[in-house]
């Protein structure tokens, strides 16, 4: 129920997600020129303009530096933001089409829809009416199903496209730029100067003289001007003079064949051929082990960091104790990149050459296999800390290992053999997806998991739930299950009744009543969702009053709690209301977990509302808020500032009040389903635009609310978490 929103991203302002350029651009000159004019969005009115460029070349030939170059220079052109895509996770997920290329679409522009649209109707329902720029890199690997995506986007005529492939996409009105390698003896020398300014880096004092020009110009033309080759060439001056790595190139060995670089394009083969010698050649001046860990990290999708190097990548004669060292080396030599602190990624090139030797090796199984047990093991234990002071750091950590969570569950989904890894891992993962902002990844995987029948695609019909008594009980599948019924409940998705029954049938099983009132919780959310609030409450007493726990089970104990709170609001009945929620609050604080006690503040703030203690309701509300947004749970970020907004209007502040619902426009834009699709919220919403036109006038509204829908989104929480200021 959440979506990710970063510090410093905006929504409405000049927003984006582009990385900190870390390293100095060096040429392309013409080619940024030629973007500039092609990313202008002139909405179509020149013979130049474009709605989608592609920039092909083969690997290593610096698309994504260039795209990345081009973008920053155009951001300010871009409303809505520019948006960097990155498709290379999604090579080795299990589940495939455009709908899985549309998520990350969705998952970068922090898209938290939560209704049961298809991915792909979502995205072209958003960018009706905006103006931003998608750069996505890397489509390759996903050609056919990046340009049915790409062709669904460009129905919205302020949607631009920057798009990098080792081919073109095929897309009617695409503009493909190729993209060559540097310059080299041209007498703009672009090759040289990379070769220049990396080299420093490798070996500080180094310049380009009388002496060393021509050496370093003799290693660029050998090495085609190929940005990629330049710099892992120049890497090496750590340790090799100049002269010698002259030498050395002049004898380097062939590598064994790279199919993932040479089959993309056939007419780049030349360079091709030239960029797979440059890799070889590097990776036989690494020393074994350097070669072993370079191999054994290519199994990882995203980002990681020190711990899940060791742990993954340490085996046999690699050591964990050993890795810190040799991760250092492959970073000197520009193998392995840093991404942060204690934070590292490879280039695709790369990680394909790494792969292609790992296979070699023949420890592909048993690399993926840790690798699966690693995120098997942090997502256990993320799960039994849930409802802890620890909470907000495993949601963080899911965040930023999302694309491994995704990697270990399908790898785990594609082997029928290990059908209890695959559910717990499923299930635990999913659980925590639907916490951090990744409830459309859990749906097809959990769908697969808990389906008898073929496996779901996203966006197509699930299987037909099957109605015999669910296979492997115990605690994974309740966990499963309940987190598919809670899903289900918040979309209303009409086959909610079915996974109430499921979840109820499964937890009964279990020698453990927790478990029973879990699967309360979805019986009764259900019809609070509903408008059903007498029957919910009927339900929902059902539950035994039992220690909360710290695990996955505890936070379904306060949801409980909180879709009673929710109930008696819904009938008025304040002071029950407040009861529950106080008792959630107290609870919460008590253990240091957030997300039960941000909700408690909301329904403390709506108590108070109702019962005409106005300052408590704007202190309570812009609790929740603020708890909400460190949470990045978009959508209730979303309802609390409809209900702080409504407070405030009841405070006689309209033209605050007015500026807060213009903040929240932008909010609830991206949530998929204003107002939850609740007619109970929407009439309050509604309810509270007319008081403040009433009080402060038709043209004071509308300024107020123009203001605030100009405001980028940390711009926005920031006006409605200070102290009101008239």
């Known amino acids: 129920m959440s979506g990710d ?70 951001r300010s052109a871009y409303p809505d933001g520019v948006w960097l895509v990155e498709l290379s996770p999604l090579y080795n997920t299990g589940l495939m089409g455009p709908a899985v290329v549309g998520l990350a679409v969705m998952e970068t522009l922090r898209l938290s829809d939560e209704t049961t649209r298809s991915v792909l109707e979502s995205l072209i329902a958003w960018a009706q009416g905006k103006r931003l720029l998608l750069v996505l890199d890397s489509c390759e690997h996903v050609l056919t199903d990046c340009a049915a995506v790409v062709e669904s986007l460009l129905l919205a005529p302020g949607v631009h496209i920057l798009a990098t492939s080792r081919r073109r996409l095929g897309v009617p009105g695409e503009q493909c730029v190729e993209v060559e390698p540097l310059p080299v003896g041209t007498g703009r020398d672009d090759a040289l100067a990379l070769f220049a300014d990396r080299a420093a880096a490798a070996r500080p004092g180094f310049t380009l003289d009388g002496t060393t020009r021509p050496v370093a110009a003799a290693v660029c033309r050998r090495l085609d001007g190929i940005p990629l080759a330049v710099e892992l060439a120049a890497a090496r001056l750590s340790t090799l003079t100049l002269r010698e790595l002259h030498d050395r190139l002049g004898t380097r060995p062939e590598p064994e064949p790279l199919d993932l670089l040479s089959a993309q394009d056939d007419r780049a083969e030349p360079r091709h051929r030239t960029l797979r010698t440059t890799i070889g050649w590097s990776h036989e001046l690494c020393a074994p082990l350097e070669r072993l860990l370079w191999a054994r990290l290519s199994v990882f999708a995203g980002g990681f960091g020190l711990d899940a190097a060791q742990e993954v990548c340490a085996d046999g004669p690699l050591s964990a104790r050993w890795i810190p060292a040799l991760l ?19 280039l695709d090139t790369v990680r394909e050459y790494g792969a292609n030797w790992l296979r070699e090796l023949g420890e592909e199984h048993d690399v993926r296999l840790r690798h699966r047990e690693y995120y098997r093991r942090l997502a256990r234990e993320a799960c039994a800390e849930w409802n802890t002071r620890r909470q907000a750091l495993w949601c963080a950590r899911v965040r930023t290992d999302h694309a491994d969570f995704r990697a270990a569950v399908d790898w785990s989904l594609d082997r029928s053999e290990d059908r209890a890894a695959a559910l717990e891992i499923t299930g635990t993962v999913g659980f925590l997806w639907r916490y951090s902002g990744h409830t459309r990844d859990a749906l097809p995987r959990l769908d697969r998991v808990l389906a008898t029948g073929p496996a779901p695609m996203p966006d197509t019909d699930p299987p037909p739930v099957p109605a015999a008594t669910d296979p492997a009980p115990g605690a994974d599948l309740v966990r499963a299950l309940w987190t598919r019924g809670a899903v289900a409940l918040f979309q209303g998705d009409p086959d909610t009744d079915t996974w109430i029954r499921r979840c109820a049938d499964a937890a009964r099983r279990q020698d453990d009543p927790v478990f029973l009132t879990a699967a309360t919780y979805i019986a009764g959310g259900h019809l609070v969702i509903c408008g ?104 209730m970020v979303a309802v609390a500032l409809d209900l702080l907004a409504n407070a405030v209007a009841a405070a006689g502040d309209g033209h605050r009040a007015a500026r807060l619902l213009g903040i929240n426009e932008h909010v609830w ?52 978490t200070d102290a009101p200021t008239g």
């Not at 929103?5 to 392309?28: D, H, I, K, Y």
């Not at 004019?37 to 474009?50: E, S």
């Not at 994504?64 to 973008?71: E, I, K, N, Y």
């Open 5 to 74: 929103f970063p510090e410093g991203a905006a929504v409405g302002g000049a927003a984006g997600n582009l990385p900190v350029q870390t390293r100095s651009f060096v040429g392309r000159q013409d080619e940024l020129a030629l973007l500039g004019t092609l990313l202008r969005p002139d909405g179509g009115r020149r013979a130049h303009h474009r709605q989608l460029v592609t920039l092909v070349g083969p690997g290593g030939v610096g698309k994504t530096r260039l795209a990345l170059q081009a973008a920053r220079r155009t």
């Open 328 to 346: 250092d080396r492959l970073v000197e030599q520009s193998i392995v990149r840093r991404r942060g602190p204690n934070r590292y990624g490879m």
């Open 532 to 635: 059903r609030p007498a029957e919910a409450l009927d339900v929902l007493s059902t539950a035994e009053r039992l220690p909360v726990r710290d695990d996955w089970l505890g936070a379904a104990q306060l949801s409980v709690l909180l879709s009673v709170s929710f109930a008696h609001l819904m009938r008025a009945e304040y002071a029950p209301a407040r009861t529950v929620a106080e008792e959630v609050l107290e609870e919460s604080a008590r253990r240091g977990e957030s997300w039960a006690g941000t909700t408690a503040a909301y329904m403390l703030a709506q108590a108070d509302l109702g019962q005409g203690d106005i300052p408590s309701a704007i202190h309570n509300a812009t609790r929740a808020l603020t708890g909400n947004r460190l949470m990045h749970d978009t959508t």
């Open 669 to 720: 834009d991206i949530t998929g389903s204003t107002q939850l699709g609740s007619p109970a919220l929407a009439a309050a919403r509604r309810a509270c635009e007319h008081r403040i036109r009433d009080t402060i006038g038709e043209r004071a509204y509308e300024d107020a609310y123009a203001k605030g829908r100009s405001m980028s989104y940390e711009e926005g929480m920031a006006y409605a």
